[in-house]
């Protein structure tokens, strides 16, 4: 809060570190805050200097940071006053507020300072603004007078202080006052220098001042008395002059008459000029049109003789009819604007287009109809004499057809039931001829693959009961059941025939296909979903469409294109067609193709690897994956993965149902059969696509073998449960070392494992402790042992005494020990199987396990009974002439 003293110097203050700089002169302020706890700033009211002052009102706020310094924040012209409230016309308001662009509420420190700001700012409002003017609310009128308590309160203190004055008297005189020119101050100094005596004698300058100013006078008077006829003589010329401005004035008034009517002539000249040339253009543009129209819908006389006659057998006839019905596509398919569609000539033309386009349409029909027809009989009639295996080429129908190719595309953008029709009609009749083909086809395959089932149909499918009941229910290659209980088998010749066989099938069936569905896609358009030019519109469907909205209109016109339609929906309505049509013809070779597979997989299973393989090659390496012949394998395909998984899933089942016999050997039967399964399906997916499935079945397969060892080493009845373990699990072992299988490299370390634990197992168990007494003697030593006895001590108890030990020991001599080590190799060999060749491993384990044996006896010995000279009969080279002598007898 700034004290009284600041507050009544601040005017001066600010106008001389403000408002002088700029050549302004300050006229009124007044402190005052927004809110009470901010810190005050200056409402100032500021003028410029003369001719033509200009009366601003403005922020001033005091510098942060240098207490002397004040700075102009906002300014405002008198006329952006909108209005003043002083809210309360008492004296004691501090508050008041001032309407500009917003409402500024402000708190007035000084009510003097309120008082006098106000007045000047209203006298200012009064004086300088020419067009609305800012109300005054709640502020005293007494105040907003010439003779306000302000100005008397004012010229009181002018008169105690003498040195503050009025502030509008001192704008008043600083408007009034003049400065003197060069000239006058030259004239006033002469004057002065003339009349020396006017400083000593004040009354004598004045009477003489007086005196002079009454001669001049009086010259002035005479003066103008000597000018009057002078001015009399001038103001006649300027009557004079007056009147003649007058007549010039009426003359100017007649010509602006004459071109302001020269004026509206010209605009409506202007105006018919301009409909004329509208009137010009519009002709033109309309005989434009007509001659378009004309153009569009004009057919020669000579393509309307060849559309009601045409010639479609000869080449040139054909070529001709052709070109007509091009023409008259084009004709029917013209874009014309639909106003013009009105015009009764319009509509009569196109109504003989549509005569002309029935017309023609039917004797196409007709025409391609009967050749269709022709072209399928006589092929059927022709007798099949090809003895080989292939598929019969008809690249001479499709030759016929060939030259009526453009005729098809006119009727499938002209007349689409005549085109389907005729679709239908090829269909009918190509059929019959591929249904023939194709069957005749499998049927020499099948005929190929074995020379034991050559003699008729019946027998290549299997269908005879004395067949069925002259074989093993038991198919071949079952992995858990015995060989000698399956049924009879196919060779791997036969399979390798079947294969190359199948091969040859698919490829021959490839080429046919292929060159049947291409002439198709051409001859028929199918690689369009509806021909590139608009479908016609019949006359009757235009005029229903002229009474319709304009909206209907352009939707009727337009033409149906695929536009907007996704370019994946596009193909595959096109891929859906081309196979729907490719059904029709070779409907009978998916069927055929499976029946095939199928008749040859009930002989062996086996067939159904080769089929999987082959059929994923020809699948994958399709050029067109959409094609009719790559989705009729691929369907094939799931039918063939059906039946391998329904294999292999037997085979997972007889290994889990697999029973023992009583004369089982060691070896389990799906141990044995496996090498075989693996084997064969490894020669058949070892660079295949689909090894992966296999290797799926081989993880469930091998799983399901280790599961059954495990489970049928118990059940065995001649062969101890760890031999069987011991030889199954070391055959599996072998076998998968032998495959080189990487996903099966996991189950190969599991089965190496679980081999040596069961010959760790029979070692242990069969094996045994060959000297049993020593070890049970030094078992007791070790209780001893344990009980806290020293080892140093033990010789001195009673039954642990070298004697004693001496007398165990001799239990055992050399002789004894080998006669043992013979009878326990007899044991074993009996035990073990030839085929797997174990005698010698198992024996060697047995040896290692006596040695071991031998070395922790002699260890017990040295520490408990040192220096006592006690030694065993035979030490580890005795041990090993032993094992060695006995391996060798035998």
């Given at each position: ?22 050549g302004?002169r ?10 009470k706890?901010?810190k ?8 410029t200097?003369?001719p ?12 942060e940071?240098r207490?002397?310094?004040y700075k102009?924040?906002r300014?405002w ?5 909108k209005?003043?409230?002083?809210r309360?016309?008492q ?13 500024y509420?402000?708190?007035?420190l ?16 009064q004086?300088y603004?020419?067009?609305?003017r800012?109300?005054f609310?709640?502020?005293p009128?007494a105040w907003?007078s010439e003779?306000s308590?302000e ?12 040195h503050t004055?009025?502030?509008d008297d001192?704008e008043?005189e600083?408007?009034?006052f003049?400065?003197?020119?060069d000239?006058?101050a030259n004239?006033l100094?002469?004057?002065f ?7 000593k ?5 004045i ?9 001049l ?8 008395l000597?000018?009057e ?7 006649e010329?300027?009557?004079n002059a ?12 007649t010509?602006?008459d ?5 004026k509206e002539?010209m ?9 004329i040339?509208i ?9 434009k049109?007509?001659?378009k129209?004309i153009?569009q ?20 006839g ?9 023409c008259l596509?084009?004709?029917m398919?013209?874009?014309i604007d ?7 000539a ?7 287009f549509?005569?002309?386009k029935?017309k023609?349409?039917?004797t196409v029909s007709r025409f391609?109809?009967?050749l269709?027809i022709h072209l399928g009989?006589?092929?059927g009639?022709?007798p099949?004499?090809n003895t080989?295996?292939?598929l019969?080429n008809?690249s ?6 060939t ?7 006119w ?9 389907d029709?005729l679709m ?9 001829i ?5 069957r005749?086809?499998?049927?020499l395959?099948?005929?190929q ?7 008729s ?21 079952t992995?858990?059941?015995n060989r000698d209980?399956w049924g009879?088998?196919v ?6 025939r ?7 099938v698919?490829?021959?069936l ?6 049947e569905?291409?002439?198709c896609?051409n001859f028929?358009?199918?690689?369009v979903i ?5 479908n016609?519109?019949?006359t009757?469907?235009?005029?229903k ?7 209907g209109?352009?939707a009727l016109t337009?033409?149906?294109?695929a536009?907007?339609?996704p370019?994946?929906?596009i ?6 067609d081309?196979?729907k ?6 409907g009978?070779?998916?069927?055929e193709?499976?029946?095939?597979i ?11 690897l080769?089929?999987l ?7 994958m ?14 369907s094939?395909l799931?039918q063939v993965?059906?039946?391998f998984?329904?294999?292999m899933q037997?085979q997972?089942?007889?290994?889990r149902?697999?029973k023992l016999?009583k ?5 389990l039967?799906?141990v044995?059969?496996?090498e075989?399964f693996?084997?064969t ?7 295949s ?20 060892i ?8 001649k062969t101890?449960s760890?031999v ?7 055959h599996m072992?072998a076998l ?18 679980r ?10 168990q069969?094996f045994?402790?060959p ?15 344990g ?7 033990i010789s001195?108890?009673?039954?642990f ?5 001496r007398k165990?020991?001799a ?9 043992g ?8 060999d009996?035990?073990l ?23 922790y ?6 520490k ?17 002439a032993?094992?060695s002598?006995?391996?060798r007898s035998h």
């Amino acid at each position: 809060m700034l004290s009284i003293g600041a507050l009544a110097n601040i005017k001066h203050i600010l106008q001389k570190e403000l408002f002088l700089a700029s050549g302004e002169r300050l006229l009124s302020v007044v402190t005052v805050v927004k809110k009470k706890d901010k810190k005050p700033c200056y409402l100032c009211v500021v003028t410029t200097a003369p001719p033509v002052p200009v009366v601003t009102l403005c922020l001033v706020k005091q510098s942060e940071q240098r207490e002397s310094e004040y700075k102009r924040k906002r300014s405002w012209q008198l006329d952006e006053i909108k209005s003043v409230d002083g809210r309360n016309e008492q004296f004691e308001t501090h508050e008041f507020d001032i309407q500009l662009e917003k409402l500024y509420k402000w708190y007035a420190l000084n009510l003097h300072e309120r008082q006098n700001f106000l007045a000047v700012l209203n006298r200012q409002i009064q004086k300088y603004v020419r067009g609305p003017r800012a109300e005054f609310r709640n502020v005293p009128s007494a105040w907003l007078s010439e003779k306000s308590p302000e100005k008397v309160a004012l010229g009181r203190a002018a008169q105690k202080t003498q040195h503050t004055d009025d502030e509008d008297d001192e704008e008043e005189e600083a408007q009034e006052f003049t400065a003197l020119t060069d000239k006058e101050a030259n004239e006033l100094g002469k004057l002065f220098s003339e009349c020396d005596f006017a400083i000593k004698d004040a009354e004598q300058f004045i009477e003489q001042l007086s005196r002079e100013l009454h001669d001049l006078d009086g010259a002035n008077i005479q003066s103008v008395l000597a000018s009057e006829q002078k001015v009399m003589k001038m103001m006649e010329h300027i009557d004079n002059a007056i009147s003649e401005a007058d007549k010039f004035e009426t003359r100017l008034d007649t010509y602006e008459d004459i071109l302001g009517h020269v004026k509206e002539t010209m605009e409506k000249i202007g105006g018919k000029n301009a409909m004329i040339e509208i009137a010009n253009n519009n002709n033109i543009k309309l005989m434009k049109e007509l001659n378009k129209v004309i153009s569009q819908l004009d057919l020669p006389h000579s393509q309307q003789q060849a559309l009601d006659e045409p010639d479609l057998k000869t080449v040139a006839g054909r070529k001709v009819a052709i070109a007509a019905a091009q023409c008259l596509q084009q004709a029917m398919n013209s874009d014309i604007d639909p106003a013009l569609l009105r015009l009764e000539a319009v509509q009569d033309q196109r109504k003989r287009f549509e005569k002309w386009k029935q017309k023609f349409s039917a004797t196409v029909s007709r025409f391609m109809n009967n050749l269709f027809i022709h072209l399928g009989n006589e092929i059927g009639d022709m007798p099949l004499t090809n003895t080989d295996l292939s598929l019969p080429n008809h690249s001479n129908v499709h030759r016929e057809l060939t030259p009526y190719t453009e005729l098809m595309h006119w009727t499938k953008a002209m007349d689409r039931k005549t085109y389907d029709g005729l679709m239908k009609v090829y269909t009918a009749s190509l059929s019959k001829i591929y249904d023939r083909d194709v069957r005749n086809f499998f049927n020499l395959a099948k005929m190929q693959v074995s020379e034991k089932l050559r003699s008729s149909r019946e027998d290549l499918d299997m269908s005879t009961s004395s067949r069925k009941s002259a074989v093993s229910t038991i198919p071949y290659g079952t992995l858990g059941i015995n060989r000698d209980q399956w049924g009879p088998g196919v060779e791997s010749a036969d399979r390798v025939r079947f294969d190359a066989l199948l091969e040859k099938v698919l490829a021959e069936l490839e080429p046919i296909a292929l060159q049947e569905q291409l002439f198709c896609i051409n001859f028929f358009q199918m690689d369009v979903i509806s021909p590139t030019t608009k479908n016609t519109q019949t006359t009757l469907d235009m005029e229903k469409a002229l009474d319709m909205s304009q909206s209907g209109i352009a939707a009727l016109t337009a033409s149906p294109t695929a536009e907007g339609v996704p370019q994946k929906r596009i193909d595959r309505q096109i891929n859906e067609d081309v196979r729907k049509l490719m059904m029709g013809l070779f409907g009978c070779l998916e069927p055929e193709l499976v029946t095939f597979i199928q008749s040859f997989e009930r002989v062996d299973s086996f067939y159904s690897l080769y089929v999987l393989v082959r059929l994923t090659q020809h699948v994958m390496s399709a050029q067109d994956t959409h094609s009719f012949l790559s989705m009729t394998f691929a369907s094939a395909l799931v039918q063939v993965k059906r039946n391998f998984d329904r294999f292999m899933q037997q085979q997972l089942q007889s290994i889990r149902e697999a029973k023992l016999h009583k004369r089982s050997k060691a070896i389990l039967p799906y141990v044995e059969n496996f090498e075989n399964f693996a084997q064969t399906a490894e020669g058949i997916f070892r660079k295949s696509d689909r090894r992966t499935d296999m290797e799926k079945w081989y993880l469930q397969l091998v799983n399901a073998i280790f599961e059954g060892i495990s489970l049928h080493s118990q059940e065995h009845p001649k062969t101890p449960s760890q031999v069987v373990r011991m030889e199954n699990y070391h055959h599996m072992y072998a076998l998968l070392a032998q495959l080189k299988v990487p996903g099966l490299d996991a189950l190969k370390k599991e089965a190496k494992t679980r081999y040596n634990d069961a010959l760790k197992a029979y070692v242990t168990q069969y094996f045994g402790r060959p000297l049993e007494k020593l070890n049970q003697f030094f078992e007791g030593v070790q209780l001893k042992v344990g009980q806290g006895v020293k080892e140093t001590e033990i010789s001195y108890q009673m039954a642990f005494s070298k004697q004693e030990l001496r007398k165990v020991i001799a239990q055992y001599p050399a002789r004894e020990v080998k006669k043992g080590l013979e009878n326990l190799y007899k044991k074993v060999d009996k035990h073990l199987s030839e085929e797997e060749n174990l005698l010698q491993v198992v024996w060697h384990a047995m040896q290692e396990e006596f040695i071991a044996q031998y070395n922790y006896l002699e260890e017990r010995i040295q520490k408990c009974y040192a220096g006592a000279m006690i030694n065993l009969e035979f030490n580890i080279q005795d041990i090993l002439a032993f094992f060695s002598d006995i391996a060798r007898s035998h």
